[in-house]
């Protein structure tokens, strides 16, 4: 049985706990966007979800609404998108303490693993990673969100399969050694 839109919706909220709407709309962009922003609407007036700022951010319920967007989990999600949702079977929002990875998810039967690393704090997850050692399961496939090509060459050694940029179009390309 196929799950429903309204279902795939909710279920996308429900793990990221807050998210721009945006962001929703381009991760389901195998759907028309008059239909999820109905089913979003839907959503919102059965009670299920909590939207602020004239809509413009979606979350699971008014006590998410005081927090704020995590851009790393953004990022994740939108290298997330690029494998297409219908592909993808499962994916699960990992805790803080397993920084610097964001996201796990399923595609064509294969595990993923998406890390953000920013310049900004690349030296306090590189010491994390250090630290770690950076346990990445063998049959995961680990890809790194990094801002510039050294970077992700650099955490190859600590057990990344690829490294990913975004390009001027905002769309993200990946690396591997």
């Given at each position: 049985m196929?799950?429903?839109?309204?279902?795939?919706?909710?279920?996308?909220?429900q793990?990221?706990g807050?998210?721009?709407?945006?962001t929703?709309?381009?991760?389901?962009?195998?759907?028309?966007?008059?239909?999820?922003?109905w089913?979003?609407?839907?959503?919102?007036?059965?009670?299920?979800?909590?939207?602020?700022?004239s809509?413009?951010?979606?979350?699971?319920?008014?006590?998410?609404?005081?927090?704020?967007?995590?851009?790393?989990?953004?990022?994740?999600?939108?290298?997330m998108?690029?494998?297409?949702?219908?592909?993808?079977?499962?994916?699960?929002?990992?805790?803080?303490?397993?920084?610097?990875k964001?996201?796990t998810?399923?595609?064509?039967?294969?595990?993923?693993?998406i890390?953000v690393?920013?310049?900004k704090?690349?030296?306090?997850?590189?010491?994390?990673?250090?630290?770690?050692l950076?346990?990445n399961?063998d049959?995961s496939?680990?890809?790194?969100?990094?801002?510039?090509?050294?970077?992700?060459?650099?955490?190859?050694?600590?057990g990344y399969?690829?490294?990913?940029?975004?390009?001027?179009?905002?769309?993200?390309?990946?690396?591997?050694?």
């Amino acid at each position: 049985m196929k799950e429903s839109l309204s279902a795939k919706l909710y279920n996308f909220i429900q793990t990221f706990g807050i998210i721009p709407t945006d962001t929703i709309i381009s991760y389901f962009k195998n759907y028309d966007d008059k239909d999820i922003k109905w089913n979003l609407k839907t959503l919102k007036m059965d009670g299920r979800i909590w939207q602020i700022e004239s809509n413009t951010i979606t979350c699971i319920n008014q006590a998410n609404s005081k927090l704020s967007v995590d851009n790393e989990t953004i990022t994740a999600i939108k290298v997330m998108e690029s494998f297409n949702c219908d592909d993808v079977d499962y994916y699960f929002k990992l805790s803080t303490k397993e920084r610097p990875k964001q996201i796990t998810f399923v595609c064509k039967e294969k595990l993923y693993d998406i890390s953000v690393i920013t310049e900004k704090d690349k030296f306090i997850e590189m010491a994390i990673l250090e630290n770690q050692l950076l346990t990445n399961a063998d049959e995961s496939i680990n890809i790194v969100v990094v801002e510039n090509k050294e970077t992700g060459k650099n955490l190859f050694k600590y057990g990344y399969d690829a490294y990913c940029m975004f390009n001027s179009e905002n769309e993200p390309v990946f690396y591997q050694e």
